[in-house]
Nanobody, 116 residues
Framework: QVQLVESGGGLVQPGGSLRLSCVAS????????MSWYRQAPGKERELVAT????????IYPNSVKGRFTISRDNAKNTLYLQMNSLKPEDTAVYYC?????????WGQGTQVTVSS
């Protein structure tokens, strides 16, 4: 079964850190670029970061550059998002995403809440 399963979300205080994980199954993980998106309440889903098969890492919103890092472990079929210096505006559901031969594959999402 082709699927993505995220974990690692939770409640964290401003300035704290979290590492999100996304375990892939049912396809050749190393052969595809992978991305993280997020969706805050009342807002559209936003692309946060992409990592290519050659390990090129792209971070999109200026608001997270320098604080978020995307990485992958192909041996473990796992995608990561390290989030540091978290801010309340980072509160959102975070989703793992892959375009598998034109099939848009999404995980179920993991909630990240940044609040004191």
């Amino acid at each position: 079964q082709v699927q993505l399963v995220e974990s690692g979300g939770g409640l964290v205080q401003p300035g704290g850190s979290l590492r999100l994980s996304c375990v892939a199954s049912g396809f050749t993980f190393s052969a595809y670029a992978m991305s993280w998106y997020r969706q805050a309440p009342g807002k559209e889903r936003e692309l946060v970061a992409t990592i290519t098969t050659a390990n090129t890492r792209l971070i999109y919103p200026n608001s997270v550059k320098g604080r978020f890092t995307i990485s992958r472990d192909n041996a473990k079929n796992t995608l990561y998002l390290q989030m540091n210096s978290l801010k309340p505006e980072d509160t959102a559901v975070y989703y793992c995403y892959a375009d598998i031969q034109l099939q848009h594959l999404w995980g179920q999402g993991t909630q990240v809440t940044v609040s004191s």
